[in-house]
């Protein structure tokens, strides 16, 4: 198949920055489309808001292919619109990120596109390729195994974390850049209308007091097992719960007494 007949999508979404909060390019979309500049005749589609043009100058500054938006309402189904689009523009190549940095973030939508076009999803890839015969596709695999496929288009390709690295965004190339739009179909998303969403929280570390003072009680308490016990509190009360909670603290010295 030669490389200029191959057509390639790579699906953008918005990114957060985890200290700051701040909206950036979503990084595993921007390997996505790192990728995409190997494969051909390439273009980057985000199914949202044109008022997230400006953020989406990121992807632009790239300086990889043209940015466009797939322009739906806030509480249309991107799933519906995207597959209405590629119902009627033909993509030998679609690319998109594991999972997104804002909104359901569930990782389904790759999967759920992939039924409603009827094209074979490959997850986990790292690395692409493109032969005579289709597309080479290397899998990232736990603890760092690797696994080689090949697959012919058309396809949708879940793009790894392991994959290469994003180049950097050029700031004058982003500010100069245009992001297209083009209407999207409109089909209401029931499900997600009746979600609450709220940022993710770390989840809490048991505390824990280091009684051992010298190198060998260290080594001591690393190898020999020590015996757990416990006891089952079932309260009654808030109070009594509470109490009994303070009383642990107090005993393992993680709370000071007057």
């Known amino acids: 198949m030669p490389l200029s007949q191959l057509t390639t999508h790579t699906l953008l979404s918005l990114g957060k920055h985890p200290l700051s909060g701040r909206t950036r ?54 799933v519906a ?20 940095e804002r909104g359901e973030s569930s990782g389904m939508l790759p999967y759920l596109l992939g039924k409603s076009l009827d094209l074979p999803v490959i997850n986990q890839v790292c690395e692409v390729e493109q032969t005579e015969a289709g597309l080479n596709i290397t899998q990232a695999l736990p603890r760092g195994a690797r696994r080689a496929i090949s697959v012919k288009p058309p396809c949708i390709l879940i793009i790894d974390e392991s994959a290469p690295e994003a180049r950097q965004t050029a700031y004058g190339a982003a500010m100069r850049a245009e992001v297209g739009k083009l209407q999207g179909y409109n089909e209401t998303d029931t499900d997600a209308a009746n979600f609450n969403f709220e940022d993710a929280r770390k989840k809490p570390k048991r505390m824990k007091k280091i009684k051992a003072k010298t190198a060998a009680d260290r080594f001591k308490a690393a190898t ?6 416990g006891q089952v509190i079932e309260p009654k009360t808030s109070q009594e719960g509470a109490e009994a909670i303070l009383k642990l603290l107090k005993e393992e010295g993680l709370v000071k007494t007057n």
């Open 224 to 229: 020999v097992s020590q015996a757990k016990g």
């Open 81 to 100: 619109a995207l597959s209405a689009y590629f119902k009627q523009t033909k993509s030998d190549i679609i690319l998109t990120g594991s999972q997104a």
């Open 25 to 78: 390019r979503a990084e595993q979309d921007a390997k996505a489309f790192e990728l995409a500049a190997k494969l051909g005749q390439c273009l980057g589609l985000h199914a949202g808001n044109y008022q997230d043009a400006d953020a989406l100058k990121s992807f632009a500054g790239m300086s990889i292919a043209p940015v466009c938006i797939l322009e739906i309402e806030q509480n249309s189904d991107p």
